[in-house]
Nanobody
């Protein structure tokens, strides 16, 4: 069984920074997975924030490039998301995703980020 556990969410003022972490455990060949962060804002659909593919392709969702940075450590089975210059529009629940294309798709339970003064 694969488990993804996110941490690092919280309340931050506009312009502030947060760092999220996701640790994978269980029967997972971590390096074979595309790892990504998604977020879901209240009343909106879940959207891609950042992805680091198993082929080392990095992609960012709309509105976060230049402010957010995804990181990945295959040895530690972790993926991180550094978030700077946070805006109220970044508020939402952030989910870690591990996907083996065509085979497996795992999600964490989410960590809440609130950007508000």
């Amino acid at each position: 069984q694969v488990r993804l556990v996110e941490s690092g969410g919280g309340l931050v003022q506009p312009g502030g920074s947060l760092r999220l972490s996701c640790a994978a455990s269980g029967s997972i060949t971590f390096s074979r997975y595309d790892m990504a962060w998604y977020r879901q804002a209240p009343g909106k659909e879940r959207e891609l924030v950042a992805l680091w593919s198993r082929d080392d392709e990095i992609r960012y969702g709309q509105g976060v490039e230049g402010r957010f940075t995804i990181s990945r450590d295959n040895a530690r089975k972790t993926v991180g998301l550094g978030m700077n210059s946070l805006k109220p529009a970044d508020t939402g629940v952030y989910y870690c995703n591990a996907r083996w294309p065509g085979a497996y798709d795992h999600w964490g339970q989410g960590t809440r980020v609130t950007v508000s003064s």
